[in-house]
């Protein structure tokens, strides 16, 4: 089958091979046909190297499609199943499961050492365990979750990650208060998700920060109330707040300079939550004076912060009421020129489609 390689981190281009196979299907796992994926940024920070990830690799671990089969001892998914891809999938079993906090389980990286693909040259390994850039895969039966007739493939992909990541921040973790002020730096996909959930919430102005004007505007269109640029944000937050800060800021980029902006901009007794997947030698600091004199409550959110299975259930629902726009996510990209022709290579003859979700 044909499927998009990094060969080496840092590598400039993906290359569309057509000599891969799956591997690894047997007792509970499924193998699935690929028929939407996303790229979302956080693989292209494993493709530059700000996330830690073997190569080569295949990147994408958003995903959605058909089971084609079913290894022994699954129960629940049968050959046909319209699924997801969940990349962080729970084990039911271990402390954090246990807890409640599925969200925060371990399992799902401990098969993303394993590689998930292998061709003539050898092993291939997946992004996150998956790698949704490829036109099948072979995963965990937990990794498959089924999904309503009436949920597009392209929704679905986008739901299993960027959209489930920037709803949960703003509904789960930040748990945004009608009425209040919000500020969310950074307007991809997750971003605008995050939008989209504060506004769900009933906040009363959503300020959107980004440099790119095309961004700025995709946020209003998705329920901000103002977008600007960064050399804007101070006066905004002069403009806004009077000077005292929003209620909650959000940073979605994974820079530790953002994450500072987005403190600074957080009143006293506010909320930042962190949302961007950052490097691991980029350093966050707050001193401790202002970190006990402010009382600015620091969230990170990892996918959401809460049940994924339940945070698609909520989504779907939302998305169904009209309270949230999937579709338009669809079309919000940005056009990225170290992809771009390995996509367009996929795109071409084959029922792959990819929606661009940065």
Known sequence: MRAAVQHE?????????DDIEAVGFGPGKVRIRIRATGLCHSDLSAMNGVLPQPAPFVPGHEGAGEILDVGDGVTGLTQG??????????CGSCPSCRRGQTH???AGFMNAGTPNFRRPGGDVFGFAGTGTFAEEVVVAANCAVP???????????LIGCGVTTGLGAALNTAEVEAASSVAVIGCGGVGISVIQGAKACGAAQIIAVDPVPARREAALRFGATEAVAPEEFADAKARITAGEGFDYVFEVVGKSATARTAYEMTRR???LCVVGAGAMDDTFQVNMFELFFDEKRILPSLYGGADVLRSYERTIALWRAGRIDLEGL????????????ALDQMRSGTALRTCIEL
Do not use: F, S
């Not at 981190?9 to 091979?17: A, I, N, W, Y």
């Not at 199943?81 to 729970?90: G, K, N, Q, S």
């Not at 919000?332 to 020129?337: D, E, G, M």
């Open 104 to 106: 925060l389980c371990l």
């Open 330 to 341: 669809i079309t919000h990209r940005v056009q990225l020129a170290e992809i771009n022709d």
């Open 147 to 157: 999904i309503p007739d009436d949920v597009p493939y392209e929704i679905a992909a």
């Open 9 to 17: 981190t840092g590598q400039d281009k993906l290359e569309v091979l």
């Open 81 to 90: 199943d319209r699924v997801l891809m969940c990349w962080l999938p729970a």
């Open 269 to 271: 007794g506010g909320t």
